[in-house]
């Protein structure tokens, strides 16, 4: 199976600062249709995951354009160019090139 | 507005059988291919199963291969997962998930399952 690294694993940010998650993957996520499908999920506390970012760098309808994603082949970023109270929790990176779709070990963001 | 609810979660002993529900909607259901993820106590997410939108098509993890089998009912707008052989490792909350460009777009609430004796 892929193995997706993120880092850091914990993330303190103050009010209004950016943020950025690295995600990597032990194997190229190229799909054999040419498409690279790296995605990231923002899961609140007491909440379902909610999809933030698919292919790498498309953001979905209601994500806020200070979430982007950047990255190709096994190295990924997701970056929040000021952070919100509302960021606060744990984000996932998630491969779905391969079956099993994988995912990160997680992302605590919080406020300092 | 799509909707996924799952139900059918429950306390079951080792070596039991449980079988998750999933109910769609605000979307045309045999459109999209459909999955099961799930996500222990304190723990990350773990891809279980998915569908294709036919049904003819199904992928396993290993973990649950020859356990579990997922299933849909296009007519019922309705997707399922039969799990058999539990063991305390499938302790989780199931969610029941669209897939749409290799991804996952939208996730239900989830259901509890609880391997326990």
């Known amino acids: 199976d892929v193995v997706m690294t993120q880092s850091p694993l914990s993330l303190p940010v103050t009010l209004g600062q950016p943020a950025s998650i690295s995600c990597r993957s032990s194997q190229s996520l190229v799909n054999s249709d040419g498409n690279t499908y790296l995605s990231w999920f923002q899961q609140r506390p007491g909440q379902s995951p909610r999809r933030l970012i698919y292919?790498?760098?498309n953001r979905d309808s209601g994500v806020p354009d200070r979430f982007s994603g950047s990255g190709s082949g096994t190295d990924f970023t997701l970056k929040i160019s000021r952070v919100e109270a509302e960021d606060v929790g744990v984000y996932y990176c998630?491969?779905?090139?391969?079956?099993?779709?994988?995912f990160g070990q997680g992302t605590k963001l919080e406020i300092k | 507005e799509v909707q996924l609810v799952e139900s059918g979660g429950d306390l079951v002993q080792p070596g039991g059988s449980l079988r998750l529900s999933c109910a769609a909607s605000g979307f045309t259901f045999s459109g999209y291919w459909m999955g099961w993820f799930r996500q222990a106590p304190g723990r990350g997410l773990e891809c279980v199963a998915s569908v294709r939108r036919d049904g003819n098509e199904k992928l396993y993890v290993d973990s649950v291969k020859g356990r579990f089998t997922i299933s849909r009912d296009n007519a019922k707008d309705s997707l399922y997962l039969q799990m058999n052989s539990l063991r305390a490792g499938d302790s989780a909350v199931y969610y029941c998930?669209?897939?749409?460009?290799?991804?996952?777009?939208?996730w239900g609430q989830g259901t509890p399952v609880t391997v326990s004796s």
């Open positions: 292919k790498v760098s």
């Open positions: 998630m491969q779905g090139a391969h079956w099993p779709f994988t």
């Open positions: 998930a669209r897939l749409d460009w290799n991804s996952l777009d939208y």
